[in-house]
């Protein structure tokens, strides 16, 4: 059984950076696509980034498209978003997910149906 854990959230001001990590454990991400999430009070979960483990492409919300990076180390098992430019309206809780169904990384990545495992979230405060 795969388990995540993101870890990196937390208070920064309007125009900072944080990187955020998501931590695998139980199993190889080798073979998973995996993504980010996030979801604001009130608000759906909503995609983020995500980036596939065949060629290490990757698709990003037009709203952080620019301003956050995906990225994978497989030899730590770990999975990054750094988030730079940060806006008050980035503010919420990020959630890594990973897909198991080992097809290469598509359109369809940017849906939560997509994810067999999540983690449980890491706060991301942007003040103005």
């Known amino acids: 059984q795969l388990q995540l854990v993101e870890s990196g959230g937390g208070l920064v001001q309007a125009g900072g950076s944080l990187r955020l990590s998501c931590a695998a454990s139980?199993?190889?991400?080798?073979?998973?696509?995996m993504a980010w999430f996030r979801q604001a009070p009130g608000k759906e979960r909503e995609f983020v980034a995500a980036?596939?483990?065949?060629?290490?492409?990757?698709y990003y919300a037009d709203s952080v498209k620019g301003r956050f990076t995906i990225s994978r180390d497989n030899a730590k098992n770990t999975v990054y978003l750094q988030m730079n430019s940060l806006k008050p309206e980035d503010t919420a809780e990020y959630y890594c997910?990973?897909?198991?169904?080992?097809?290469?990384?598509?359109?369809?990545?940017?849906?939560?149906?997509?994810?067999?495992?999540w983690g449980q979230g890491t706060q991301v405060t942007v003040s103005s």
């Open positions: 139980g199993r190889s991400l080798d073979t998973y696509n």
């Open positions: 997910a990973a897909d198991r169904d080992g097809l290469e990384l598509s359109s369809h990545n940017r849906f939560l149906w997509k994810y067999d495992y």
């Open positions: 980036v596939g483990w065949i060629v290490n492409n990757t």
